[in-house]
C-alpha cells in the first residue's frame, strides 16, 4: 500500500486495540524469559547475584524497547500487531524511523506513572500490582483514543498523539505475515 492509502485508512477500534494488547502481552512474556530472565537467573544461580531493583527495571525497559523499536521500524507491526491486523504509521503515512519509534514508545509507557502513583496510595502488593497494571494497560490506557474529539474513524490514544503517529486497521485482503 501506499502511504496515501494508509492515511486513509481508519484507526483500530477499542475493543481490537484491547485484544491486540492482550496478545502482545503472551508474546513479550516469551521475549521476557529469553531475554530478561535467562540472564537474571543465570546471575543468580552461578554467582548468588541479584540485580537491583531500579537496574533490573532499567533493563527490561530496555529489552521492550529494543523489541518494539525493531518492529516498528521494519514493518510497522509486532507480531501481535500483525495478527490483529493493525499498523503503525507516521504522520505521512511512512513506516516510522528510528526516532519516531523511540518518541513512541517512551510515549506509550506513560501509563506506568499512574500506576506508581496507584501503588503508592493504596499501599498494593504484589499481585495486586500486577492486577492493576493489566487493567491500566489493557483498559484504562485504549481509552484515551475516546479523548480524541477527531473525527470517530480517525481517533488515536494518548501516546500517539504525542508521537505523531497513528495506528491503521489493515483491510482483511491485504494482511501478510513476515
Known sequence: MTPAELKALPSPSFWRRVFCGLYEQLVLLGVIALIFLLPNLGLGVLFGIALPSWLTFL??????????????????????????????IGKDGHTLNRRQASWRYMFGSLW?????????????????????????????????????????????GLPDRLAGTRLVELPKNLVTLK
Open 112 to 156: 506506568i506513572f499512574p500506576c506508581v502513583a496507584l501503588q503508592a496510595i493504596f499501599h498494593l502488593e504484589k499481585w495486586l500490582i500486577i492486577e492493576m497494571l493489566f487493567a491500566v494497560v489493557l483498559f484504562l490506557w485504549p481509552l484515551s483514543i475516546f479523548f480524541d474529539r477527531k473525527d470517530k474513524a480517525l481517533r488515536q
Open 59 to 88: 533493563y527490561l525497559y530496555m529489552v521492550l524497547g529494543i523489541y518494539f523499536v525493531w518492529y516498528w521500524t521494519k514493518s510497522g507491526q509486532t507480531l501481535a500487531m500483525q495478527t490483529w491486523r493493525i499498523r503503525i
